[in-house]
């Protein structure tokens, strides 16, 4: 139990774009979902958490009208990179706890590899 | 804020040999959860630990919590191939927000056949 499906895995886009991410819950209800950056050989970085029903929670140094976050329900989360540009280029991973179950285990998607050409 | 030292950030090891590596917190954690993330793959939930000087077994691995719930440390007996990967420790410090986790840097763990 407890899978989180991340869409697409890869995408590739022209500088100036913008790019959906999609992560989903599959057998859970997830009210909070967080997302994470990573680069090559680094840790995990978390970017925002992404709260059903209300704005996301941004970390220091990341840009919200650049990483446009929506949680429209309790099975869905997109990330949405705006006007990407090659820096932009990461893993981006979500990951989500089931409902109600407070610092349990996170169940993270599978990722999605951006290249911004 | 929270910070979460973790060594070495690489290991590589003969298969055979044992592995460890620690985690060190700046501040008291509620708990400690490990994870493993194989080359191209996503982080994987190993284990939690929450009690003060805690210690678990999965098979060849042992997780260790530190009195003070501030360190912690996975020890990997007899590594096999398949051991290789990233493991990450992630922390949550006491009253933390929900779910918040802060990661680890890692270890790089390759092991030659």
């Known amino acids: 139990g407890a899978v989180v499906s991340q869409h697409p895995s890869r995408v590739i886009c022209k500088s100036g774009t913008s790019v959906k991410i999609e992560c989903r819950s599959l057998?859970?209800?997830?009210?909070?979902m967080f997302w994470y950056r990573q680069f090559p050989k680094q840790s995990l970085m978390l970017m925002a958490t992404?709260?059903?029903?209300?704005?996301?929670?941004?970390e220091q140094g990341v840009e919200k009208d650049k990483f446009l976050i929506n949680h429209a329900s309790l099975t869905l989360s997109t990330l949405t990179v705006t006007s990407a540009h090659p820096e932009d280029s990461s893993f981006y991973i979500c990951?989500?706890?089931?409902?109600?179950?407070?610092?349990?285990?996170?169940?993270f998607g599978n990722g999605t590899r951006l290249t911004v050409t | 804020g929270q910070q979460v030292m973790q060594i070495p950030q690489y290991q590589h090891v003969q298969e055979g040999e044992d592995f460890t590596t620690y985690c060190n917190s700046s501040t008291t954690l509620s708990n400690i959860q490990w994870y493993k993330q194989r080359p191209g793959g996503h982080p994987v939930f190993l284990i939690q630990?929450?009690?003060?000087?805690e210690v678990k077994k999965q098979k060849r691995l042992t997780f260790q919590f530190g009195e003070a719930k501030k360190n912690s440390s996975l020890h990997i007996t007899a590594t096999q191939t398949t051991d290789v990967g990233t493991y990450f420790c992630a922390g949550h410090a006491g009253g933390t927000s929900y779910g918040k986790l802060t990661f680890g840097q890692g270890t790089i763990l390759t092991v030659h056949p």
């Open positions: 990951s989500a706890s089931p409902q109600g179950a407070n610092n349990s285990p996170l169940h």
């Open positions: 630990l929450v009690k003060s000087g």
């Open positions: 992404s709260n059903e029903g209300s704005k996301a929670t941004y």
């Open positions: 057998d859970f209800q997830a009210t909070t």
